[in-house]
């Protein structure tokens, strides 16, 4: 049964995604909260491909940026390589409309998971992320290019709470 109804989610996100189409914020909404689980739940990494820009800037902590699909889609298997049962759990997210071919979002998440592959920050430890010790946020700006939506730059903080330290 639980086969099930992973196969149904997946379904259910494939459809939302395949089918974007921005007429109103919600829109946004619903559609990033599927896309987002559907790369980090379903291990779907190509679809950065069609929904980010050889431009795109992400801004992370400490000034440090990405820039370009390669190093995104990069940066995210390293993440999961690091956590492969990672799944991600929405605490909101909100839209707002700039103009017909742009708008803006931001969301809250916290991944859960646990540390079975080494990295950055060492060895792998077991330890699991979840609620209580890490939260993640992000904003995009979306825009249309070409008939298609992409997220153009993106600024993103992860709260860790002295997850890292003592051998994490």
């Not at 931001?106 to 060492?122: A, K, V």
Request: net charge negative; glycine share 8%.
């Amino acid at each position: 049964m639980l086969i099930d109804a992973r196969a149904q989610e997946f379904q259910r996100l494939k459809k939302i995604v395949e089918n974007a189409d921005f007429q109103c914020a919600h829109d946004v909404e619903i559609f990033f909260e599927a896309y987002t689980q559907y790369i980090w739940d379903f291990k779907m990494v190509g679809l950065i491909y069609d929904h980010y820009t050889d431009e795109t800037v992400i801004h992370g902590e400490n000034g440090v940026d990405i820039v370009g699909i390669g190093p995104v889609v990069h940066h995210t298997l390293e993440r999961l390589y690091t956590l492969p049962d990672m799944k991600i759990v929405f605490i909101g997210i909100w839209a707002d409309k700039v103009s017909d071919d742009t708008y803006r979002f931001i969301q809250i998440t916290h991944p859960e998971g646990t540390f079975t592959g080494p990295s950055i920050h060492g060895q792998p430890t077991g330890r699991k992320l979840g609620y209580d010790n890490i939260m993640n946020m992000c904003e995009c700006v979306v825009k249309k290019i070409d008939g298609r939506w992409k997220i153009v730059e993106e600024w993103g903080l992860l709260g860790y709470s002295n997850f890292f330290q003592n051998g994490a």
